[in-house]
């Protein structure tokens, strides 16, 4: 097979420059929901360093809260465990565009496969982050319901 020449190359290039800004968002998307795991993490050992210093009505309201921050560490980690492999998937997807332009290799029906994989996966995903979120919300409106009770006393 002969060398590829530049303008096979800048051709390349520009069929990988979609999979790319695709694996950036998803980078995007790592970087918060990590920093969401960190701070539900954070939030855990806390609760759990002060639970054998409580009472017990105070124990029992961290150890509900305990249980609704494993619920949100499970749906947190679903989600960047799918996140990772659907940039996984994309990293195979520009390797295939790559190596099909420059091998002469049928790759379009692989690529294509991958690329609704990965774009399932993402969706799971987010759907998954989309549940930790409401978790989350749900127990701030928790909260001020129980602030607003506390106001009326």
């Known amino acids: 097979m002969p060398d590829p020449l530049p303008s096979d190359i800048a051709h390349i290039i520009q069929l990988a420059i979609a999979p790319v800004f695709t694996l950036a968002g998803i980078g995007a998307l790592l970087n918060v929901m990590a920093n969401r795991l960190a701070r539900v993490v954070d939030r855990w050992r806390s609760l759990e360093g ?8 105070t124990s029992r309201l ?9 619920r949100r ?41 991958l690329f609704v994989i990965s774009m399932s996966l993402l969706v799971v995903a987010l759907i998954s982050f989309y549940i930790e979120v409401r978790i989350a919300s749900r127990t701030l409106r928790v909260t ?4 607003e009770t506390g106001k009326k006393q």
């Open 144 to 147: 001020r319901a129980l602030l």
């Open 62 to 70: 961290h150890l509900a809260e305990l249980a609704v921050l494993d």
């Open 50 to 57: 002060e639970l054998a210093r409580q009472d017990e009505p």
């Open 73 to 113: 560490m499970v749906h947190t980690n679903l989600a960047i465990a799918l996140s990772t492999l659907a940039a996984l998937l994309i990293c195979i997807v520009i390797i295939l565009l790559f190596t099909g332009q420059l091998i002469a290799i049928p790759v379009a029906p692989a690529v294509s496969i």
